[in-house]
């Protein structure tokens, strides 16, 4: 969830930097861009850590597990949003569209991986669905799955490498998964997503 509330953050600007046109000068597109993508990259983070340290407060406990999912989830794409900010004034206004084009955030799988993450640990905390259907391990594997789907169609954009990388990877990760992979396997689609 707290993966698909960060990119959100990216994809508006993203998408209404839109076509430039001709009366916006270069160094005024550039410098919209990259005021667009620091401002996600701050608002994205300080929303994860505010998440984390309310849940943290409002479940009595300490925040700092809450924390570090909230932050390991948002981090990865501030920093993506901030690597854009940097490079976005020294691209041609001619070349604006194209490059926008490319670097629009991946939503629908870190949507996919949203929901992989959720299901893995709803199998690990025995918490719904896995307390209604009552088989972790499948619905873990299921989610695994997912996250692999996810990680592969982070990894690249052409749409060969998906279809060859995204089964294997999602059989791979729904046979591995356990209580200890489970770590190692979300490590994996945070360091895709980066």
């Known amino acids: 969830m707290l993966t698909a509330f960060a990119v959100a953050h990216l994809a508006p600007t993203t998408w209404l930097a839109g076509t430039p046109t001709t009366s916006a000068p ?37 925040y700092r597990p809450y924390l570090k999912w909230t ?21 041609p206004a001619a070349q604006l569209p194209d490059w926008l084009a490319r670097t629009r955030p991946a939503i629908l799988p870190a949507a996919i991986a949203t ?24 619905v873990g594997s299921a989610g695994a799955a997912l996250l692999g789907i996810a990680t592969a169609l982070t990894a ?3 749409r ?15 046979i591995v998964f356990t209580s200890n992979t489970s770590s190692a396997l979300i490590v994996g689609y945070l360091v895709a997503l980066t």
């Open 115 to 138: 929901g992989g993450i959720y299901l893995m640990r709803a199998a690990l905390t025995l918490t719904p669905p896995v307390d209604l259907t009552g088989m972790p391990s499948l």
């Open 156 to 158: 690249s954009r052409s």
């Open 160 to 174: 060969t490498i998906r279809t060859i990388t995204a089964p294997g990877l999602a059989i791979g990760y729904a």
């Open 71 to 91: 932050l390991g989830s948002a981090l990865p794409l501030a920093v993506c949003a901030t690597v854009i900010a940097a490079t976005a004034p020294r691209i």
């Open 26 to 62: 270069e160094p005024a597109t550039g410098s919209l861009i990259r005021r667009g993508y620091l401002a996600a990259a701050v608002g994205g983070a300080i929303t994860a850590v505010l998440y984390g340290l309310a849940t943290g407060t409002a479940v009595e406990f300490d």
